[in-house]
């Protein structure tokens, strides 16, 4: 699949539209020189397809290059359809699809004068693997995420002491750190309070957005009223994986009869698995170690890459 850049645009202040500079140099794990939204993060460079700014000026929208604030409009392939982990080439440039869309939580300049923006819709964001010159005209063609790319993971860890900064919870990082020995590629981790609501719409970005292969929870399973979890991750949930769960209650039980005071529960979300595990470093290290040795086997089915599983799983 290939595609041609209609614009490069670039913009000196966060939340403006941006202007088509026509040419401009990409910077490896940076992003477009000149770009206020540069930078050593995952949306070093963002990109929007010109056939969907061309529906949306059909509408009225009267919107021209750089007014969603895209670095790069491109014709031809249909951006947001494309999945997280997508290489995008052009010339020397390299870049790797890193989320879908995103929140808006300041409306742009755009949707101040139409009412609308698709940016956060049809929008994606991505980072510079290697950098080099784009201009408009250039080819830029799209080719799969590489078989031995390691599957990504996301971290929530749920305390209200820990969020208010009453107190450093380390069951989060420690489960980062085991996902890390097994290979994974730990894309965020994230703290929040114990709210129902909030829960559920970290889960629902990281799948969607993100489209990680893994998420694990840490925290809110227990009896207290203050305990969601398992309530925010069966309120995204498309399909329930009781199983790993079970295995985790299973194994603790061997450890403590309290385990099975936990609530946890394991889903899927599109292609993405989401596990709660407890709050506690050490029932965190145990419950990983019920399940570890399976988990990648799961994900790549889910993922539809099994066929390479045999090569990847390797035991421990």
Not at 52 to 72: H, L, R, S, T, Y
Not at 81 to 98: F, M, N, Q, Y
Not at 223 to 250: C, H, K, N, W, Y
């Amino acid at each position: 699949m290939k595609g041609y850049v209609q614009a490069v645009c670039i913009s000196k202040e966060r939340g403006t539209v941006k202007q088509n500079v026509k040419k401009a140099v990409l910077k490896e794990q940076y992003g477009l020189e000149g770009d206020a939204h540069a930078g050593k993060w995952h949306r070093q460079v963002s990109l929007l397809s010109q056939d969907k700014v061309e529906e949306f000026n059909q509408k009225g929208g009267m919107a021209g290059p750089g007014d969603f604030g895209e670095n790069i409009l491109l014709e031809g392939i249909d951006l947001a359809a494309l999945p997280v982990g997508t290489i995008l080439e052009c010339g020397t440039v390299r870049l790797k699809i890193t989320q879908i869309g995103k929140e808006c939580h300041h409306h742009c300049e755009i949707y101040q004068r139409v009412g609308d923006c698709i940016m956060p819709r049809e929008g994606i964001f991505a980072e510079v693997l290697s950098g080099g010159e784009i201009t408009v005209g250039d080819q830029i063609r799209v080719t799969s995420q590489p078989e031995d790319d390691p599957l990504t993971a996301a971290v929530i860890t749920l305390s209200d002491k820990g969020f208010a900064g009453e107190r450093k919870d380390t069951s989060g990082p420690r489960a980062a750190k085991i996902l890390r020995e097994y290979g994974y590629e730990v894309v965020e981790e994230v703290l929040l309070p114990d709210e129902q609501k909030k829960i559920e719409k970290e889960l629902i970005r990281l799948s969607d957005s993100r489209q990680v292969s893994l998420i694990l929870t840490t925290g809110g399973t227990g009896f207290s009223m203050r305990d969601r979890t398992p309530e925010a991750t069966l309120a995204v949930a498309d399909r329930q994986a009781p199983g790993i769960a079970e295995a985790i209650r299973a194994g603790s039980m061997e450890i403590t009869k309290r385990a099975m005071l936990s609530r946890g529960v394991s889903v899927i979300r599109g292609r993405t698995l989401i596990i709660n595990l407890p709050g506690s470093e050490k029932a965190v290290a145990e419950s990983l170690s019920f399940i570890m040795d399976s988990l990648e086997h799961g994900i790549r089915i889910l993922r539809g890459t099994a066929s390479e599983c045999g090569a990847a799983c390797k035991e421990r």
